[in-house]
């Protein structure tokens, strides 16, 4: 029922702060249809050195800050949260009504305004003495600012690695080599898997939406005995992190291979007739 998925979304996607309609757009309607295709999918696209090099160096520095591990929450935040999810350009927001957006995220204020409330009157009713500040930065805001974070590094993982492609061009793009080869499946020990909902069999999420987060770890294995050579697996530790933000840093669009910030190629080409075959990839 459409009437109960918008209000279980909505119910669902409050702890976070994010209004259902703002996020519906930006991650349904616009990642999911043009995932990797550079001039609509946002998520973490990269640039060109051309581009990059006619950025100022404060804007190249910012760059640089959000590709790291440590800015990944930054990006998230205002990249897409911000600039997609609660305040979208008209451009971005296309001809969808407005109108829902500003009640869900009239919605989401009337949360925070509670939440804040709940806060402080259990913190009054705990420590009489506590500051109200403080029982906000740390009951709010730095719950808040973690869960950023979190988001911004899984994404990253999602659909940045030596061997996802990217694309400046509609001609050269497809709903396979978007979806598909531009998706990755990132293992993680499984009680973090089953934790985060095994939503790092991502490609599976790609390649059906539909597929309930219960299903994904089958439908990724039946993805995987079919497309073995197009499908980007590995498993996550901290070297492959350290290598894939030393890598992924700038993108050739033209011949398909990632560079980093002074140019120099740092993979092999991400799109190729058949690609060696391998069940995990260890980087």
Same mark, same amino acid.
């Given at each position: 029922?459409?009437?109960?998925?918008?209000?279980?979304?909505?119910?669902?996607?409050?702890?976070?702060?994010?209004?259902?309609?703002?996020? &519906?757009?930006?991650? $349904?309607?616009?990642?999911?249809?043009?995932?990797?295709?550079?001039?609509?999918?946002?998520?973490?696209?990269?640039?060109?050195?051309?581009?990059?090099? &006619?950025?100022?160096?404060?804007?190249?520095?910012?760059?640089?800050?959000?590709?790291?591990a440590f800015?990944?929450?930054?990006?998230? +935040?205002?990249?897409?949260?911000?600039?997609?999810?609660?305040?979208? #350009?008209? @451009?971005?927001?296309?001809?969808? &009504?407005r109108t829902?957006?500003?009640?869900?995220?009239?919605?989401? @204020?009337?949360?925070? +305004?509670? !939440?804040?409330?709940?806060?402080?009157?259990?913190? $009054?009713?705990? #420590?009489? $003495?506590? #500051?109200?500040?403080?029982?906000?930065?740390?009951g709010q805001?730095?719950?808040?600012?973690?869960?950023?974070?979190?988001?911004?590094?899984?994404?990253?993982? %999602?659909?940045?690695?030596?061997?996802?492609?990217?694309?400046?061009?509609?001609?050269?793009?497809?709903?396979?080599?978007? !979806?598909?080869?531009?998706?990755?499946?990132? /293992?993680?020990?499984?009680? /973090?898997?089953?934790?985060?909902?095994? /939503?790092?069999? %991502?490609?599976?999420?790609?390649?059906?939406?539909?597929?309930?987060?219960?299903?994904?770890?089958? =439908?990724?294995?039946?993805?995987?005995? =079919?497309?073995? #050579?197009? /499908?980007?697996?590995?498993?996550?530790?901290?070297?492959?992190?350290?290598?894939?933000?030393?890598?992924?840093?700038?993108?050739?669009?033209? %011949?398909?291979?990632?560079?980093?910030?002074?140019?120099?190629?740092?993979?092999?080409?991400?799109?190729?007739?058949?690609?060696?075959?391998?069940?995990?990839?260890?980087?």
């Amino acid at each position: 029922y459409r009437w109960l998925n918008a209000v279980l979304g909505r119910l669902a996607l409050l702890p976070s702060w994010h209004p259902f309609a703002g996020w &519906r757009h930006a991650h $349904n309607h616009v990642h999911h249809a043009w995932t990797n295709l550079r001039p609509r999918d946002y998520a973490w696209a990269p640039l060109s050195k051309h581009e990059y090099d &006619r950025l100022s160096p404060l804007a190249q520095w910012r760059v640089r800050f959000y590709r790291s591990a440590f800015g990944f929450g930054c990006y998230y +935040f205002w990249e897409v949260y911000v600039k997609r999810t609660i305040f979208p #350009s008209r @451009a971005f927001w296309g001809n969808g &009504r407005r109108t829902v957006l500003y009640a869900d995220l009239a919605l989401v @204020a009337a949360f925070l +305004f509670l !939440q804040a409330a709940l806060l402080l009157y259990l913190a $009054n009713w705990s #420590s009489p $003495n506590e #500051s109200p500040l403080a029982t906000l930065a740390v009951g709010q805001w730095l719950p808040f600012a973690i869960w950023n974070w979190l988001i911004g590094f899984l994404t990253f993982l %999602h659909h940045t690695h030596p061997r996802v492609p990217w694309f400046n061009d509609r001609a050269e793009w497809s709903f396979f080599k978007g !979806q598909i080869q531009g998706s990755t499946h990132v /293992i993680f020990p499984w009680g /973090i898997n089953w934790m985060i909902q095994r /939503i790092m069999e %991502h490609t599976a999420h790609h390649a059906d939406p539909q597929v309930p987060l219960y299903r994904l770890a089958e =439908a990724q294995r039946s993805l995987e005995q =079919a497309y073995i #050579s197009d /499908i980007v697996v590995h498993a996550f530790s901290f070297r492959s992190l350290r290598a894939t933000t030393a890598a992924c840093q700038l993108y050739n669009f033209e %011949h398909h291979y990632w560079l980093s910030y002074a140019g120099e190629r740092t993979s092999g080409p991400t799109i190729s007739i058949r690609r060696q075959a391998a069940s995990v990839l260890e980087i």
